[in-house]
């Protein structure tokens, strides 16, 4: 039969069902007369022929399903009666699809969410054109202890001119700036690159046009390019600013180019991007304050580009030799070797790990909510028995069976998918929106395409998972017993009682295990609340930002400080401001980092003293932070003008050096050979500078005014080149931290000094220290709530079981009761039991948990992964609760009327 013959007779079927049950009917009826007929011929009476032809054919229902089953038409017929026979009986039983749709979608929307943000964060490429040709440059320092420092414009040219895998190079860093001329003063993130920088994206501008070499000449006329977002919300969209000139930083800049809406880089969120400009013939050969990125060539690999970088290093020092004065050989002396990474690998950085384990987590919890369904189903099946004993015995095949078993629990596991598809829409928003998670990339984050069908696949495979245990359990049932019994035992089948009670050991090890690591991530979490950061009542502490352009200066330090000073005394005034200090980078954001040489050690030639971090202080500083002196005193006012070479150390810089703080008092150091020596007036408590969870760095504290090293700039740090006495932080101690009221007056106080500068990165210090800990506490929460579902699932799982054992054996119950069985006997038989369950789940969790949290050693802080009180903590809050659900189904069942009970069937 041809194809399309095949397909018009299966929709004519399809069309009428009735006629096509018709013929088959009629065809079995036909073969039954002519079976009749042919016993006659052989001596049979008429209805000895018709029953020996029934015989011969079996089953007519059998038979009728069996032609039916032929031909794609039957197939899809036979689906369709499936699928309504499925929810009929989902429909009958309310309260079992509901409790199986609800523990579905938490499951599945759980492992959905977090794998819409493993998919948004490491799976998606970034959005530019052929990103896997896109690397990010940096440099190993191994001479001066540093696995990672950035790109000099030195390094950049040769680059630039001599690689041989690199199709192009750019440079960038992050600053602020200042607009003065639209209205009231504001400070606006921005982002310095080289001119090659969108065109190694492949990013065209939605108006205007890019950067040319020209842009980067100094001589030539300052322009900027505008995010779309600042274009439209200062300018209203208006493409008639293209050649207009704004005031950024008190120096008019020409626009010349507009970035398309979907324009992110490296997730900054820049306002404004401007120009890198420097004379090629004078650049700085160790100032590594940049960032380099290049596009491959086609078929360049990352092997190749690091031995290009490594051939072009002693180029670069050739080409830009250091002038003589201090700092003459760092370069040398860092050993500098190349690091050339995937872009992408470097916007996510180490987040990786955490997801993972948290993907790993909720495919946990998913688990044992594929138990808790399939315990359901089980007893669902068994209350089916006669029924499917029933349809064996007329001739139901074992694949039908397991079919339309399997087909109620796709079904369930479907519903369940698309509820759960329908959470992760709710919790990614939220996500999103929160600042919670503090996460790389979390604008790339949204249910795509790829997303749906794990959702898809998630439900289908769970649907298999937990509906193959009861399908291929019950496919078969045992006739005899089944049928003799009329579908009731006197108790309850050993098996089946042991396949119940495998899947609650399950659930309960799937759930210590997941208690034992929130229990870890929880026990991390108060550690770093512990920890001595280096400040006290951060709720307390307000920072804001400023930065006087050097224009407005005209390039002199002195004149910057008195104008900060007579701000620091505007803010001092305001009421109940307590303490004003100024500092040129906010605790726990890190800083700039420089050599530092102690007096009295001689450091062998080719070798550089250890980097240091340094910060630039003002009188009160200490005070506003609520750091306190180990030893020594603070710096002064007069020093600060003066330019007394004086400093302050850390106390773990001080022990390091000189094995005590008060050893420190008196020792001198400095930033360069060449300058003069600053003595340690002063140790300061230690600083949790990187962050809550990483150690302390040593810390050397500069007045603000000092004079000149000989090197204008630090030989690295985390931000672009500028003046420590043109951008300043203050830090502001006063209950009223994080009010409105303050805030206005704040920007009064700057006003009253300079109505030009704009007050910037407003915040607390509670905000920032809560940012630090906000990977950690995204874990922590997201830990919490999945041990709390699988404590919660784990616990009715024993409930249920000690449920349906109590209802199974009604009658032995009964029969005991009227024996004179003691009540606290039978309450203790199933409690012995749900503790049986417990206990054994536990050891198991016990087990996996110890083997499992090694993994998450990356993410713990001063807790080991097999802390002995959290595993015992969790496991016996867990046997405890297991405890409870088994007792209070036994203590119902022994309150029972011996009565009821024996006439219960």
Same mark, same amino acid.
């Given at each position: ?13 399809? =069309? ?31 209805? %000895? ?43 009958? =039983? ?22 819409? +943000? ?87 501008? *939605? ?43 008190? /120096? ?54 690091? /031995? ?10 050739? &080409?830009?030799?250091? =002038? ?15 690091? +050339?990474?995937?872009?992408? @690998? ?56 397991? &079919? *339309? ?18 959470? /992760?829409?709710? !919790? ?33 495979? /769970? ?18 017993n089944t049928l003799t019994n009329g579908g009731r035992s006197f108790s309850q089948n050993k098996a089946q009682s042991r396949t119940r009670g495998l899947l609650v050991i399950v659930q309960v090890a799937l759930a210590l295990v997941l208690l034992v690591g929130s229990g870890l991530m929880l026990r991390t979490f108060q550690a770093l609340r512990h920890v001595d950061a280096g400040f006290s009542s951060p709720h307390e502490i307000e920072t804001l ?135 340690? !007036? ?30 204008? *700039? ?55 220290? @809560? ?87 990356? !993410? ?25 659900? %088994? ?19």
């Open positions: 039969m041809s194809l399309w013959r095949q397909i018009s007779r299966g929709l004519r079927t399809l =069309k009428n069902r009735t006629a096509a049950d018709r013929d088959v009917a009629d065809e079995v009826r036909h073969y039954l007369d002519e079976a009749t007929d042919h016993f006659i011929a052989q001596g049979l009476s008429p209805d %000895s022929a018709r029953r020996a032809a029934r015989i011969e054919l079996g089953s007519q229902t059998a038979v009728h399903e069996q032609v039916c089953g032929y031909g794609w038409e039957n197939a899809v017929e036979t689906f369709s009666a499936d699928l309504r026979c499925a929810l009929r009986r989902l429909r009958q =039983k309310p309260g079992f699809a509901a409790t199986s749709l609800l523990t579905l979608a938490l499951g599945i929307g759980a492992t959905t969410s977090i794998f819409s +943000v493993i998919d948004g964060v490491l799976l998606k490429p970034l959005p530019y054109s052929e990103p896997a040709q896109l690397v990010a440059i940096a440099h190993t320092a191994p001479g001066l202890n540093m696995k990672e420092i950035g790109m000099t414009a030195s390094l950049y040219v040769t680059y630039s001119e001599q690689s041989r895998v690199f199709q192009d190079v750019a440079m960038w860093s992050t600053d602020t700036a200042s607009i003065t001329d639209l209205g009231a003063p504001e400070e606006l993130p921005a982002l310095l690159v080289t001119n090659r920088l969108l065109s190694i994206l492949r990013v065209q501008p *939605e108006a205007g046009r890019s950067f040319s070499p020209w842009d980067d000449d100094p001589r030539s006329q300052r322009t900027v390019i505008l995010s779309d977002a600042y274009w439209k919300s200062r300018f209203g969209g208006d493409r008639s600013v293209i050649g207009r000139r704004i005031m950024v930083d008190h /120096t008019a800049r020409e626009i010349v180019g507009v970035l398309p809406p979907s324009f992110r880089f490296m997730d900054r969120e820049a306002a404004l991007v401007i120009p890198l400009r420097f004379n090629r013939n004078d650049v700085d050969l160790i100032n590594f304050s940049y960032r380099g990125i290049a596009r491959l060539k086609p078929g360049a690999t990352l092997t190749e580009a690091n /031995t290009d970088v490594a051939r072009m290093l002693p180029i670069a020092s050739a &080409r830009f030799p250091m =002038k003589a004065g201090p700092g003459a050989n760092m370069f040398a002396e860092a050993r500098l070797g190349p690091l +050339v990474q995937p872009l992408k @690998d470097v916007l996510i950085g180490d987040v990786g790990n955490t997801l993972w384990v948290l993907m790993a987590t909720v495919g946990i919890v998913l688990l044992i909510a594929c138990a808790n369904v399939a315990n359901l189903l089980l007893v669902r099946a068994e209350g089916r028995r006669q029924e499917l004993a029933i349809r064996v015995a007329l001739g139901a095949g074992r694949g039908r069976i397991v &079919r *339309e078993l399997l087909l109620e629990s796709v079904l369930l596991s479907l519903a369940g998918g698309i509820f759960g598809l329908l959470l /992760t829409f709710g !919790v990614l928003r939220i996500l999103v929106s929160s600042e919670l998670p503090h996460l790389p990339r979390i604008h790339d984050i949204s249910p795509d395409p790829l997303v749906v069908a794990f959702a898809l696949a998630t439900s289908l495979g /769970t649907g298999l998972l937990f509906g193959l245990i009861p399908a291929l359990k019950y496919a078969r049932p045992q006739l005899s930002r400023i930065s006087i352009p050097s224009a407005q200066i005209e390039y002199n330090d002195e004149r910057a400080l008195r104008m900060e000073e007579a701000i620091l005394r505007n803010i001092e005034r305001i009421n109940g401001v307590s303490a004003v200090g100024i500092t040129n980078t906010i605790p726990l954001e890190a800083g700039s980092n420089d050599s530092v040489y102690i007096e009295g050690q001689n450091f062998a030639a080719g070798s550089t003293p250890p980097i240091r971090r340094y910060k630039a202080i003002s009188p009160g500083y200490l005070a506003a932070m609520g750091s306190h002196l180990i030893a020594g005193r603070d710096v002064t006012w007069t020093e600060t003008y003066n330019q007394t070479p004086v400093a302050l150390v850390s106390e773990n810089m001080a022990h390091e050096l000189w094995r005590d703080s008060r050893a420190a008092l008196g020792k001198r150091i400095r930033l360069t050979p060449d300058e003069e020596w600053r003595q340690i !007036v002063g140790v300061v408590a230690d600083l949790r500078d990187d962050g809550v969870e990483r150690a302390a760095p040593s810390i050397v504290y500069w007045p603000l005014l000092q004079k000149h090293s000989g090197r204008a *700039e630090p030989f690295v740090h985390g931000g672009p080149p500028r003046s420590a006495h043109r951008t300043l932080a203050f830090i502001i101690r006063t209950p009223r931290a994080g009010t409105l009221t303050l805030l206005q007056d704040l920007r009064r106080a700057v006003a009253a000094v300079n109505p030009s500068l704009p007050v910037a990165d407003v915040d607390t210090l509670e905000s920032i220290y @809560d940012r630090s800990l906000a990977r950690t506490t995204f874990t922590m929460v997201l830990l919490a709530i999945a041990g709390a579902m699988a404590f919660l699932l784990g616990v009715v799982g024993i409930y249920g079981v000690i449920s349906y054992a109590v209802s199974q054996r009604t009658r032995e119950i009964g029969i005991r009761l009227a024996l004179g069985a003691p009540l606290h006997d039978l309450t203790r038989m199933f409690l012995r039991y749900g503790l049986l369950l417990s206990g054994i789940g536990a050891a198991f969790g016990l087990t996996a948990a110890f083997v499992l949290s090694r993994l998450m050693k990356a !993410v713990l802080y001063e807790v080991s992964p097999i802390d002995p009180l959290t595993y015992g903590a969790m496991s016996t809050a867990l046997i405890l609760a297991g405890a409870l659900a %088994s007792y209070l189904p036994a203590r119902r069942a022994a309150r029972v009327d011996p009565a009821q009970t024996l006439r219960a069937e």
